[in-house]
């Protein structure tokens, strides 16, 4: 083949490729036409970030089924490999094992500390309002915050919009809307709201026995984005959000309200400078939940609350990174105050004012073209009436092995100074947040991972797999329950358990990246091991949260440009629970014996949900249709705890399942 041949075959490659099918060009005489190049484009919305994040594209839930017309980030994070949650009650993340608690969740890097509305459906985050969602399942690089846990970020889109443009959901139980409006060339505002009106259809659904149910949230955000020149971006994030649930007993005459809020404001400045970057963020973070509960001549309320003033400051280089963190919390623990037939007194509602800072450093150094090494150090120093410092090394080891894919090894010590308890873990106002001191020395925790990855079919599907081992010492955990808060003293050194846990594990992934079916396969084999020096549990024993075995299943599918469809499945093992021996009265009091802590496990879980997307016109950057979904397809019942049921003549301990066994939702969608 001449030189001249092979110049015009390649040419006529890269117009194809650039989408001049169709033309007809000369080149030195010689006529010729494209050549049409087909492929399937990569539909995959997970991908890899730096340190081992997974970062989820938040257009993926335009396509997933809508519980009640909303499609939740946290929720979906729930079916990747390694992230688990409780029930349906249950909003928050158990990632490799870990607790709640031991996560850092927030919006750009500022925390927020309870993240979940009631019934576990939603959280407060409105998809609509961020661009993705990062995840990292342990916090081996060293600017993460002072968690043992993992981290959840939601990410803003940093694109400058030239035109108005926005979303609206409608839905049976909310409805919410994002707008985008640029303010001139170097300005732009972005808002979003969120109400819910879940009793206005739902309210017969509600009711429970001789229980009624009456709830409502509502989520509101605002970010305001400054570009003043090339260099430099200035943004500010607020959030602003509350549940109210109430509950009525008219046969009791007692009443029941739970109230919270989470509030947020954040100024970042980003300045960069070749390849030098430099961020900067001053914020406020708050939040505060009240539970009462009124009888006749009873009336109780059990208030708490945590503040945040932080700092951070971070520079950024090609292979450096390295900044500190400060922050002053203020914290007000669980403190009863009750009045009626039971007036004991509180001795563990003192305010606390803690002050946290850390130092941290990440370097990334090539060994060669397909090996490097970041080790990491975080030095960190807190105080509150005693003083703690905490010296965390971590390292990262990755290889390229090209087509055998990449691997990872790392392991991390880490430290965490707050703590969250309660007597449930649901991330109602019956929990609360307390500050380490002289008492209770702050957490910390030793991990281990190892990954691989490998792109099989022409990177049609991304294998990843990795096992890890967590050590995890000077854990708490809440022993009492809402009648020692009724008849005895309360002190919470009484009601608080203290010990050591180990999480270890192995989690699989399978994703298929192009055509019109997409989505995942993931499965984790998981255990998390609780050890507290007390009577009942001077021995290893399965954490409440525990699920050997989860298997998820994640796709949607293209059928053409009116109709889509989106599944996801879910089958686990059930978690642990402590059954009891035998009840007998005495003097027509109910007294419980109770078999080994832990030792009994409720029903394997099991769910199906379905939707379809129907879309009404498509033109241009206007779109709008009608999402179908059905929660729970298969009916199938899902045991969420057991209980102490009481008839007229007797009571038994039967399971307790979620009082809707399907959930059909229409939901009407509008972008432009």
């Known amino acids: 083949m001449s030189f001249m041949r092979i110049i015009t075959l390649l040419l006529s490659v890269c117009l194809s490729v650039l989408g001049l099918k169709g033309q007809t060009d000369t080149l030195h005489g010689r006529t010729f036409q494209d050549v049409l190049v087909k ?64 996560n850092h969740v927030g919006i750009g890097g500022v925390t927020l ?18 661009q993705s969602m990062q995840l990292m399942k342990a916090p081996t690089a060293a600017h993460s915050g002072n968690r043992v846990g993992g981290v959840i970020d939601m990410l803003q889109s940093q694109q400058r919009d030239s035109v108005v443009s926005g979303s609206l959901s409608v839905g049976p139980m909310s409805s919410q809307g994002t707008i985008r409006i640029p303010l001139g060339q170097h300005q732009q505002l972005t808002l979003s709201a969120r109400a819910a009106y879940l009793n206005l259809l739902y309210g017969q659904w509600l009711k429970y026995e001789d229980d009624e149910l009456c709830y409502s949230f509502s989520d509101y955000n605002l970010t305001w984005q400054w570009w003043p020149d090339d260099k430099n971006r200035v943004w500010v994030d607020a959030y602003y959000g509350g549940d109210l649930m109430k509950n009525f007993n008219a046969d009791y005459a007692y009443s029941v309200t739970m109230d919270w809020r989470n509030a947020m404001t954040a100024l970042h400045w980003n300045h960069q400078t070749g390849s030098n970057l430099f961020k900067q963020t001053i914020y406020y973070t708050h939040y ?116 055998m894919g990449r691997f990872w090894m790392q392991g991390d010590l880490r430290h965490q100074y707050l ?52 050590w995890l010492y000077h854990q708490v955990e809440y022993s009492g329950n809402i009648f020692d808060l009724l008849y005895q003293e309360y002190d919470l050194g009484n009601i608080l358990l203290t010990g050591k846990g180990r999480n270890y594990g192995l989690n699989l992934l399978v994703e298929k990246r192009k055509g019109r079916l997409t989505g995942w396969i993931s499965y984790s084999l998981g255990r998390a091991m609780r ?31 009116r109709w889509s469809f989106g599944a996801t499945g879910v089958l686990a093992s059930g978690t642990p629970y402590t059954a009891p021996r035998q009840f007998y009265l005495i003097n027509n009091n109910i007294i419980t014996e109770f078999s080994e802590h832990n030792a009994n496990r409720l029903r394997p879980y099991f769910r199906v949900d379905v939707s379809a997307n129907y879309e009404f016109s498509h033109r241009g950057r206007q779109h709008s249709g009608i999402n179908f979904s059905l929660y729970n397809v298969t009916m199938h019942n899902n045991d969420l705890y057991y209980r102490l049921k009481i008839y007229k003549e007797r009571f038994a301990n039967k399971p307790f399942r979620f009082v809707m066994p399907i959930l059909p939702s229409v939901n009407y969608y509008y972008s432009f």
């Open 39 to 102: 492929g399937y484009k990569p539909n995959s919305y997970l991908r890899e970030a730096a340190q081992g994040a997974t970062v989820v594209d938040l257009q993926l839930l335009e396509n997933m089924p809508r519980i009640l017309g909303n499609a939740d980030p946290m929720h979906y994070a729930q079916l990747l490999p390694g992230v688990q949650t409780n029930s349906e009650y249950d909003a928050g993340l158990h990632i490799q094992g870990c607790d709640n608690q031991h």
């Open 113 to 130: 500390y309870n993240v979940q509305h009631a019934l576990g459906f939603f959280s407060i985050f409105n998809a609509t309002h961020f």
């Open 531 to 561: 050890f507290f020096d007390d009577e009942r549990h001077r021995q290893w024993y399965p954490a409440n949260h525990e699920r050997i075995h989860e298997l998820n299943v994640v796709g949607t599918y293209k059928l053409n440009h």
């Open 419 to 470: 703590f969250r308890t309660g007597f449930s873990n649901i991330g109602l106002p019956t929990e609360f947040w307390f500050a380490a001191n002289e008492t209770y020395a702050p957490q910390y925790a030793y991990s281990l991972t190892a990954s691989h990855e490998v792109f099989l079919f022409d990177k049609m599907l991304r294998v990843e797999a990795s096992v890890y081992y967590k």
């Open 288 to 403: 505060d939940n009240l539970f009462t509960l009124h009888e006749d001549n009873l009336n109780v309320e059990i208030p708490s609350r945590i503040s945040d003033v932080g700092y951070r400051g971070e520079l950024q280089t090609d292979n450096l990174s390295a900044g500190l963190r400060a922050i002053w919390h203020d914290v007000k623990p669980q403190a009863p105050d009750i009045q009626g037939f039971f007036e004991v007194a509180s001795q563990s509602g003192d305010r606390q004012k803690a002050f946290e800072s850390s130092l941290f450093a990440d370097y990334t150094l090539p060994i060669s073209r397909s090996v490097s090494l970041q080790p990491g150090l975080r030095a960190s120093l807190y105080h509150n009436r005693r003083t703690y410092y905490g010296i965390d090394p971590s390292v990262r080891l990755s290889v390229d092995g090209g087509r």
